[in-house]
């Protein structure tokens, strides 16, 4: 299984940002996706993640400004980041709870991180 992510950059505070990753390989079933990231320094924290059925879990510092969602034919997740602000820079990591077969655990599998870097 693989993770590839992309759509990070440099943003001024205030603009705005759309982060995708798309899950691949071989993939029985798909059970939630996700979004991480670690700031310079920090440990890695979580941002975000959404279900299959679409429910969706946020970090407060970043309700009402991110939006997670999910196409689950494509396995693919994305992140719309508005209004990002300067402590949202960050290498922000996709994550995705997979199952690979029927008979196996679901387990977690992360993709190569994006830098986002928000300019004030």
């Known amino acids: 299984v693989q993770l590839q992510a992309s759509g990070g950059g440099l943003v001024q505070a205030g603009g705005s940002l759309r982060l995708s990753c798309a899950a691949s390989?071989?993939?029985?079933?798909?059970?939630?996706m996700g979004w991480y990231r670690q700031a310079a320094g920090k440990q890695r924290d979580l941002v975000a993640t959404i279900t299959r059925g679409g429910s969706t879990n946020y970090v407060d510092s970043v309700k009402g400004r991110f939006t997670i969602s999910i196409d689950s034919a494509k396995n693919t997740v994305y992140l719309q980041m508005n209004n990002p602000k300067p402590e949202d820079t960050a290498v922000y990591y996709c994550?995705?709870?997979?199952?690979?077969?029927?008979?196996?655990?679901?387990?977690?599998?992360w993709g190569q991180g994006t830098q986002v870097t928000v300019s004030s």
């Open positions: 994550t995705a709870w997979i199952r690979i077969t029927r008979a196996s655990i679901t387990d977690d599998y």
């Open positions: 390989g071989s993939i029985f079933s798909l059970n939630a």
